[in-house]
């Protein structure tokens, strides 16, 4: 089989994103899949993208076998035209452990220094890449701001690819750059996902939320609404979830846990969601924008703090994805009906309820 190493061309573009994704997807989760390929996407669109250093690997019928991207990188706003970063590298499952990573990164070191780069930085396994050169980052005073958790120290590495480089490049790490590499970023695949399953539930005719529960980047179980208020079925998306959890998994696990949801849950829910001893919850379409659909309005209460005077921990996060979580609605009972409509509609019964009120006062 031949390897040939060359740089991105648009006719390959998809194939390697393809590639990132599944990668990451089988050795981490879906989740982890999604955000590593929304990371390409998102450096390729940004400055510090290199066109020359997003490398591929491919056989000899064009087939990508590896893939790895440096991109150009600060530490606190410095050394951007010296220090690249090495993110992320995948390597095509069954061909793993036969150097082609080796070879692709080994291929970007030469380019870059013909480039004019100095060092290079990578956050990963220090097994896979202290034999490539890389030490820990600390040691040589580059050290990972508060939002990088590390599984430890070692975890982010250097390598200079000039003698000395490191003399003069120090300072705190720092991804905030990447959105992709933001917690806010990874609610946002979780929400997407909650929408699906909204949409889905509509579809069949139920009303349109959905809802699911992450531990460690791994959706752990998912759940529509299947309420059915003509039989009296509650059927809450969140409802369910919890109903599929419990007696499943230990509470430390529960508790480690965050649960998303398409819509701010009802009080009900958040009683059931309290009682399976999840403390984290990430929602999509807030008690207020909901209540536009609703002909009352939203309840001003402190939940968080109702739930604590009781001895419960329970925080509450959001919204996410807003306007996206609303359009949802429009799926509701099966039948597709604009936004603005619905809405509209909904106006209507407040203010027939108003003035209906207005009226009770008037003959009191
Ligand atoms: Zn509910």
Redesign the pocket.
């Known amino acids: 089989m031949l390897r040939i190493i060359k740089s991105m061309e648009n006719k390959y573009l998809i194939p390697a994103l393809d590639l990132v994704e599944n990668v990451f997807t089988a050795w981490d989760s879906p989740s982890e899949g999604k955000t590593v390929r929304a990371l390409v996407e998102e450096i390729r669109s940004k400055k510090y993208y290199l066109p020359e250093l997003e490398l591929i690997m491919v056989d000899e019928t064009d087939r990508i076998l590896g893939y790895a991207m440096f991109s150009r990188f600060h530490i606190e706003g410095k050394y951007e035209d010296e220090l690249l970063i090495l993110t992320p590298v995948a390597v095509r499952t069954e061909y793993q452990r036969q150097h082609i990573s080796k070879e692709l990164i080994e291929y970007g070191f030469e380019k870059a220094i013909v480039l004019g780069y100095k060092a290079v930085l990578v956050e990963g396994n220090p097994k896979n890449y202290n034999p490539r050169g890389f030490v820990t980052s600390a040691d040589r005073g580059i050290v990972a701001g508060p939002s990088i958790h590390l599984p430890h120290p070692a975890c982010l590495m250097v390598k200079e690819l000039v003698p000395d480089a490191l003399e003069h490049i120090s300072g705190t790490v720092d991804y905030s750059f990447y959105d992709t590499l933001c917690e806010d970023h990874k609610n946002t695949v979780y929400m997407k996902r909650c929408y699906e399953l909204a949409v889905q539930a509509g579809k069949k005719g139920f009303d349109t ?1 959905g809802a699911l529960l992450v531990h460690n980047g791994e959706i752990l179980e998912e759940a529509e609404n299947t309420a059915d208020w003509k039989k009296g079925i ?1 059927g ?4 369910n979830l919890v109903h599929k959890c419990a007696n499943r998994y230990p509470d430390s696990l529960l508790k480690e846990s965050t649960l998303f949801t398409s819509c701010a ?6 009683c ?1 969601i309290a009682s399976l001893g999840v403390e984290k919850v990430v929602f999509g379409v807030s008690y207020e924008a909901f209540s536009k659909l609703t002909p009352g309005d939203a309840l001003p209460v402190d939940r968080e703090g109702l739930l604590r005077e009781l001895g419960i921990t329970m925080k509450l996060a959001g919204p996410v994805l807003e306007e996206e979580g609303m359009h949802v609605f429009e799926w509701w009972g099966g039948e597709h009906r604009p936004l603005e409509e619905l809405i509209a509609e909904m106006a209507e019964v407040k203010a027939k309820a108003a003035q209906k009120e207005l009226y009770n006062n008037d003959i009191m």
């Open positions: 939320f509650f809450h998306a969140e409802f849950p009802c009080e009900r829910c958040l059931a």
